[in-house]
């Protein structure tokens, strides 16, 4: 078989894989009948797999076989929705046991003709002065007030993303990210043309020096951080890092986007109260209420509101007018606040529970956060251990997905905790340990 008919049988367990039809911790079947099945040597079947293992897309294990890798489906960011495993450590939607009961309440009144005819209505970027003003209220943190009039509404926070994005930084141009960072972004980026700079990062978050490095080396047009509990790493930026940040970006006139979705787990007001004509803050109802019920909101300086804006139009990016008549709802009587509330303490427990199964390895976590990352012993790689967790049924996202660089991630993995009852997250903590706990000859990264 020649070079470009291996490649091509490649290909073609490639794109399988790319549409679901093999899926992540599928055991591939033994090469010699791998071969027997397709009608080809045994030689060219050990040259596919091995292109295939060159690409990232399976990993193997000794007596075992080969597998599906965990981010198979390169060049896409994160899965695209939950794959219905039974113990989903990968998706980070928070859904308590009584919050159903307390939306429905709050939302009783929606359903009455004048409220329905009026939600059903075509909404605009900028939503009402009502909408602007309940959304400015409840945004608010600390020292932190944004003014109604900075108000900019999309239907979910990676289209507030989206928009800043576009907003701030034209085709070609280059952004500041984490070097690990929200995955979403990168698929985000690539569609409008933008390419990422990693950011080095340690302890308290982004290092200044190296958004003045990156800036130097070639022309920075914003960069896109999250000071509050940041995903995957968790940590949350403490005051002397932020001000030390704000003084190299607002020295360099670089506009910051700051994604402040989990910001609510931990109450820390944005950057914004600190630089609010560089920063625009990105937040949404997803995590705080449901992820069936979102609204995205941009709080942007008055300078670049009017992009802002256009770029929510352009990008058909425009919330409904439910989703304003809901959220307002919502937010006026107290429930989201409420939700918010019993979500943090959720998080806390189950941090609490991660901690104590998870205390012999080396985890970084924040008390108040739903995910934590988890190092892997030197004998594992992130790949092997994320397919290796998926064919005992548990889903976790491996280091790359975040990471901005190809290559440059650690063997590491993100537990996300929130969405598995508590029953569930047990059982999935206790397998990870002992899976850990496995002698190194057990599992290596070929066949």
């Known amino acids: ?22 899926k992540p911790g599928d055991r591939l079947p033994p090469q010699r009948s791998f071969a027997y099945e397709r009608k080809i040597a045994v030689s060219t079947a050990s040259r596919v797999y091995a292109e295939l293992l060159r690409r990232g897309l399976v990993v193997g294990e000794v007596g075992r076989g080969t597998f599906i890798a965990g981010d198979a489906r390169r060049g896409v960011a994160a899965p695209g929705e939950p794959r219905g495993i039974r113990i989903d450590l990968e998706f980070n939607y928070p859904i308590l046991p009584d919050q159903t009961a307390l939306i429905a309440k709050s939302l009783e009144g929606l359903t009455n003709p004048g ?9 605009t970027s900028v939503g009402t002065p009502a909408a602007r003003s309940i959304a400015a209220a409840y945004l608010s943190q600390g020292a932190w007030s ?4 900075q108000l900019v509404f999309t239907g979910n926070g ?7 994005l576009a907003a701030v930084v034209p085709i070609g141009g280059r952004c500041g990210v984490e070097a690990l960072t929200y995955p979403f972004i990168k698929g985000i980026a690539a569609r409008l043309g933008i390419s990422l700079v ?14 003045q490095k990156a800036h130097h080396e070639a022309y920075l047009s914003a960069i896109y951080v999250q000071p509050a509990v940041q995903n995957p790493l968790g940590m949350t930026m403490p005051p002397t890092r932020r001000a030390d940040l704000l003084r190299v970006v607002e020295k360099l006139n670089l506009p910051v986007i700051e994604d402040n979705v989990y910001s609510f787990l931990d109450n820390e007001p944005p950057l914004a109260a600190l630089a609010p004509e560089s920063c625009i803050v990105i937040d ?20 670049l509101r009017e992009s802002v804006m256009a770029s929510v139009r352009s990008g058909g990016w425009t919330a409904s007018g439910f989703a304003f008549a809901a959220a307002q709802r919502l937010i006026s009587d107290g429930t989201v606040a409420e939700l918010s509330r019993l979500k943090r303490l959720d998080a806390r427990a189950r941090q609490k529970l991660a901690a104590d199964r998870l205390s012999a390895f080396k985890i970084q976590r924040n008390d108040k956060s739903y995910h934590l990352w988890l190092t892997l012993p030197a004998h594992w790689r992130s790949q092997t251990f994320v397919a290796a967790a998926a064919r005992r049924d548990i889903a976790l996202t491996p280091s790359t997905t975040f990471a901005v660089t190809s290559g ?3 063997d590491a993995v993100r537990l996300a905790l ?23 000859d057990d599992y290596v990264s070929t066949e």
Request: charge should be negative; charged fraction near 25%.
């Open 1 to 22: 078989m020649s070079k470009s008919e291996y490649l091509k049988l490649a290909d073609t367990i490639a794109a399988e894989i790319a549409d679901g039809t093999l």
């Open 284 to 303: 949404s109802l997803s995590k705080k209420v449901a992820p069936g019920l979102a609204l995205g909101f941009i709080v942007s300086p008055q300078r």
């Open 146 to 149: 944004p003014s109604p009039e």
């Open 198 to 211: 990693p950011l080095a990062m340690d302890e308290d978050g982004v290092r200044p020096d190296s958004v």
């Open 158 to 164: 990676r289209q507030s993303i989206a928009a800043a």
């Open 408 to 410: 440059h991630a650690p």
């Open 115 to 123: 409220a329905l005819d009026a939600a059903l209505r075509q909404a």
């Open 418 to 440: 929130a969405a598995p009852t508590m029953d569930q997250l047990d059982t999935g903590l206790r397998t990870l340990a002992a899976m850990l706990n496995a002698r190194e």
